[in-house]
């Protein structure tokens, strides 16, 4: 049976060459027509039919031609393959958005029933950080759909419900209907997509409504409202886009150039300079009896509103600010205690040098530097001097630096080593935040936020150094615990000296009261370019440094292990033992753990006293301490940035309380007997007013843990995740 030849356009015009056979353009038409509708026999769809129609009448036009024309005939060859597809494409080009306007006047599958297409607008909102609509964050979520950022700008959107935006966008976009836009009844912008700053203040919600007006009558085809939650979201610090990075620091500048008593006039009454700060943190971090703003559960109410005052002292100057945090357990899964003073964080523009020995002169070594940073953004940032007049709490040199810290350097500290030993930690990860966030009671959580979690950060940025005599170490060949013996205690050596100081066993030089003080303990101005070595003899004498108590130094009998047991320090001491037997020695309790080890496990009682009066010696050298490891921290920058990460954990635990999905007792009251520092029960009193209110009245913690639950409207703030993603790698 022989094949039958298909019929089309070029099979025709094949034939013709092919074979020299003539025929009339009279019969080609038909033989389109055959070809159409053979084709719309096989799918009768509107759109198809259009085409298919308009090739037959545009061939109905050509005129006549002599077949016997070779040239003709290439001529209409030539028109069929070049010029008649360019023709359909202007032809197409010209009516496609009318076509597609009619074509989406229907629904399903497209192509069914008339619905009215204005049912399908919906609305977008985004920002350069990508979209507002809030997905769930770590298991749980704030109860909020979509969240704007103030004085920053949104991106409002028409959009479609249905799949296909191709069809939807040429309809939306026609010049037929007009999109008017409203915040709260006030009239923003017209169009498809506007971009608009949305105002403050934060911690409300806002109504956004969209009407659809026909530009032909007048009418408002629809009014579409959504409501949106107005807050600040604090972002990681490099997942910042790089303005807004800026734009942190350059604020923060502001509070550390500009007194309070001036930025209040220029920048309003939530203005507060970075002393202001530094001295509420140094006066209740210093108190003789006890420290009421940590070591207590009133360390998570104070912080994170503390938080929030500096971060409104931020907004007062840029109020596009948001306080970002810093996720340090990147660093500790990724880099090593030798490596993370590298991270990025660290770099020039951020949070500048950890490492301050990158600046030494020539000939000064780690030992001999004043660590002071000279790199870097923050390099130089000054540490108030002569501060009797602002502050109840100075050190022996009159800076605004706690009272024990006899730091002599006037300008921001930062030390890789603790009590002179390179360190060997780095920031705490992924098990302390797991083993934070498994606490089933707030007492538990509050107490690991206050440690753990803390990720020994204050000691890491500030660091300890300039002690008279060298802590005894092993040898290299030594069995590793002996080693970790020597670092614990070094860990430990600022806190011991807050111990003593609080005790009344250590005396520092009174430079609030004592002229001669004042007058022979100067601060030490620097080289701002390149360390020097320290010359202790002349910056830091001994008639400026802080002494133990003549009284604890003359103790050799069975009172001394006595009396450190009383002041805590043997509760979790560990020491190397480099002068009576040369070794570790982890534990000084007895074995019912109820006082001190006499002996000692392995040693004579003669020996073991040995050893205390050892202790003793060591913890009565008093070195110089970095700013971010006692009172003053909030110095440093990366105080600012350290607590906001660990509020993300306590936003997960009461966000899944809020949600019923996990057991957790939030009864402070039940344990707040035990606090007997001011400071920590649940109704004490704080420091802190005038965060969420303007009524010019202290809090209570108790207020203050209720208006910092993550789930109430009026808390400014949401955090951009609650995840760690990072850690599920692990």
């Not at 004085?151 to 010049?175: D, E, G, M, R």
């Not at 009159?398 to 009272?403: A, T, V």
């Not at 997960?652 to 996990?662: D, E």
Request: glycine share 4%; charged share 20%; hydrophobic share 40%.
């Amino acid at each position: 049976m022989k094949k039958k030849k298909s019929t089309s356009y070029l099979s025709i015009a094949h034939d013709q060459q092919e074979y020299g056979g003539s025929h009339e353009l009279d019969t080609l038409v038909p033989d389109v027509e055959n070809a159409t509708r053979t084709i719309e026999s096989f799918d009768d769809r509107p759109l198809l039919r259009f085409w298919q129609r308009l090739v037959t009448y545009t061939a109905v036009l050509i005129p006549p031609v002599n077949s016997k024309s070779n040239s003709a005939r290439r001529i209409l060859f030539t028109f069929y393959l070049l010029l008649f597809p360019l023709l359909m494409f202007f032809v197409g080009w010209i009516f496609s958005e009318r076509i597609e306007s009619v074509l989406y006047l229907k629904n399903g599958n497209l192509f069914g029933s008339r619905t009215n297409w204005v049912d399908d607008v919906d609305l977008a909102f985004s920002n350069e950080y990508g979209s507002a609509t809030w997905a769930a964050l770590s298991g749980v979520n704030y109860p909020w759909s979509i969240v704007l950022e103030p004085y920053k700008l949104s991106y409002f959107a028409v959009t479609s419900k249905t799949a296909n935006a191709l069809l939807a966008k040429n309809h939306y976009f026609t010049s037929d209907v007009e999109y008017r836009w409203s915040i709260d009844g006030t009239f923003l912008d017209t169009g498809n997509n506007v971009s608009v700053a949305v105002p403050g203040p934060a911690g409300t919600e806002r109504s956004v409504a969209l009407q659809i007006v026909s530009r032909s009558s007048g009418s408002v085809l629809r009014e579409i409202t959504q409501t949106v939650v107005v807050k600040y979201v604090r972002r990681e610090i490099r997942a910042l886009l790089a303005q807004d990075r800026v734009a942190f620091f350059q604020a923060l500048n502001v509070l550390q150039r500009v007194p309070t008593s001036v930025g209040q006039k220029l920048y309003g009454r939530n203005y507060y300079s970075k002393d202001y700060f530094t001295r509420i943190h140094v006066y209740f971090g210093s108190t003789r009896d006890c420290d009421r703003i940590h070591e207590g559960p009133g360390f998570i109410s104070f912080h994170m509103s503390y938080s929030l005052m500096f971060e409104k002292a931020l907004q007062s100057v840029n109020p596009s600010v948001a306080l970002p945090y810093w996720d340090f357990t990147l660093e500790s899964t990724f880099l090593k205690s030798t490596t993370f003073r590298s991270s990025v964080v660290f770099s020039d523009g951020w949070f500048s040098e950890a490492d301050t020995t990158a600046t030494l002169a020539s000939g000064v070594t780690a030992a001999t530097s004043d660590h002071v940073v000279r790199k870097g953004r923050f390099a130089m940032t000054s540490v108030m001097e002569d501060a009797r007049n602002y502050s109840s709490f100075v050190n022996s040199y009159g800076l605004l630096r706690s009272p024990w810290n006899s730091n002599p350097y006037p300008y921001l500290t930062r030390a890789a080593s603790s009590y002179d030993l390179e360190s060997d930690l780095k920031p705490s990860g992924c098990h302390d935040y797991a083993a934070t966030l498994a606490k089933s009671d707030f007492i538990s959580l509050a107490m690991a936020l206050n440690t753990e979690a803390h990720g020994h950060i204050h000691e890491l940025m500030g660091g300890t150094w300039g002690f008279q005599k060298a802590l005894a170490t092993p040898s290299k060949d030594a069995p590793q615990s002996y080693r970790n013996a020597a670092h614990q205690f070094s860990h430990f050596a600022e806190k011991y000296s807050k111990f003593l100081w609080r005790a009344g066993l250590m005396t520092c030089p009174d430079y609030l009261n004592d002229a001669t003080v004042q007058a022979t303990c100067r601060a030490v101005e620097v080289d701002a370019t390149a360390s020097r070595a320290r010359n202790d003899a002349v910056d830091y004498p001994s008639t400026c440094r802080c002494q133990c108590a003549a009284t604890f130094k003359s103790l050799t009998d069975e009172a001394l292990p006595q009396l450190l047991y009383s002041l805590g320090v043997l509760k979790s001491l560990s020491w190397y033992d480099g002068r009576v037997k040369m070794r570790g020695i982890t534990s000084f309790l007895n074995s019912q753990a109820t006082g001190p080890a006499l002996p000692i496990d392995g040693y004579t009682v003669a020996q073991s006293l040995d050893v205390y009066r050892d202790v003793r010696d060591a913890i009565c050298d008093m070195g110089m301490i970095g700013d971010m490891f006692q009172a003053s921290s909030p110095n440093d920058v990366t105080f600012w940035v350290l607590h906001p990460n660990m509020e993300r954990l306590w936003h997960t635990k009461r966000l899944a309380v809020h949600y019923n999905l996990t057991t957790f007792d939030e009864n402070w009251a039940s344990q707040s007997s035990q606090w007997t520092c001011t400071g920590h029960a649940l109704t004490d009193p704080t420091t802190l007013k005038n965060i969420f209110d303007t009524n010019d009245r202290i809090y209570t913690n108790e207020e203050l843990y209720t208006n910092l639950h993550p789930a109430r409207l009026a808390l400014p703030y949401v955090y951009d995740t609650l995840s760690f993603a990072h850690c599920n790698a692990e």
